[in-house]
């Protein structure tokens, strides 16, 4: 089975542009989930989904950030304007509730903002 | 509140040799589970390990287990027979099963570097 896709790996934008990353969950999974991670602040948690619906968005730092999931095998995670600041390696991550609830991370995209 | 605590920012093993890294948590949750993850130097998070906080016996996948110390709030990840390959950055993670949705906790991580 595919695990997690991410898209696009890499990223490189100039401040103010906006920025869109794409992430396909584990086919069957229903929780998707939205990390950040930065050497200062490690990995954070944006914001998380359950069955396409958020539960939580209280990691999304600004008004900036926004996702979105309107299916189950498909969900985005918006930056606009964006930021230097936003420098980061974002990662997607799918789960089942049931049994361990174990994540599966994608590879994540590298976002450079100039 | 959960916390994940790991005290270790780096350690460094021999090749062959095995190496404990260290992972405490808190929690007033009667029901959890505890998680290891791995991140080389590409990047990805690979997932290793997993313990329910009622499971009677330390998990083990291969070169793999856990040191599960309920009383001690404590699941150190043992690796044995270490690799080159090993060295990457290895994070510990806590979920709640009451009320916490399938959130992780992770903590700071440890850099693991196995030398020749």
């Known amino acids: 089975d595919a695990g997690v896709i991410q898209s696009p790996r890499h990223e490189v934008t100039e401040m103010g542009q906006e920025v869109t990353l794409r992430c396909k969950p584990i086919?069957?999974?229903?929780?998707l989930f939205w990390y950040r991670q930065t050497m200062m602040r490690g990995l954070e948690l944006l914001i998380y989904?359950?069955?396409?619906?958020?539960?939580?968005d209280s990691g999304m730092p600004e008004d900036r950030f926004s996702a979105k999931m309107p299916n189950a095998s498909f969900s985005t995670l918006k930056i606009q304007p964006s930021e230097p600041r936003d420098s980061a390696v974002y990662f997607c991550?799918?789960?089942?509730?049931?049994?361990?609830?174990?994540?599966?991370f994608g590879p994540g995209t590298r976002l450079t903002v100039l | 509140a959960q916390k994940i605590t790991q005290t270790q920012p780096g350690m460094f093993v021999q090749e062959k040799e095995a190496v404990t890294l260290d992972c405490t948590y808190d929690?007033?949750?009667?029901?959890?589970?505890l998680f290891w993850y791995k991140q080389p130097s590409s990047g990805e998070m690979i997932f290793l390990i997993y313990?329910?906080?009622?499971?009677?016996q330390n998990a083990t996948e291969g070169r793999y287990s856990l040191n599960f110390q309920k009383a001690r709030k404590s699941a150190n990840l043992v690796i044995s027979a270490s690799q080159l390959g090993d060295s990457a950055m290895y994070f510990c993670?806590?979920?709640?099963?009451?009320?916490?949705?399938?959130?992780?906790?992770f903590g700071t991580g440890t850099q693991l570097k196995v030398e020749l």
């Open positions: 991550a799918s789960s089942f509730r049931g049994q361990t609830g174990t994540q599966y």
């Open positions: 086919s069957g999974h229903d929780y």
């Open positions: 989904f359950n069955n396409n619906v958020p539960i939580d």
């Open positions: 929690t007033s949750d009667p029901s959890y589970g």
């Open positions: 313990q329910g906080s009622y499971d009677q």
């Open positions: 993670a806590m979920r709640r099963f009451t009320g916490g949705g399938n959130k992780l906790t």
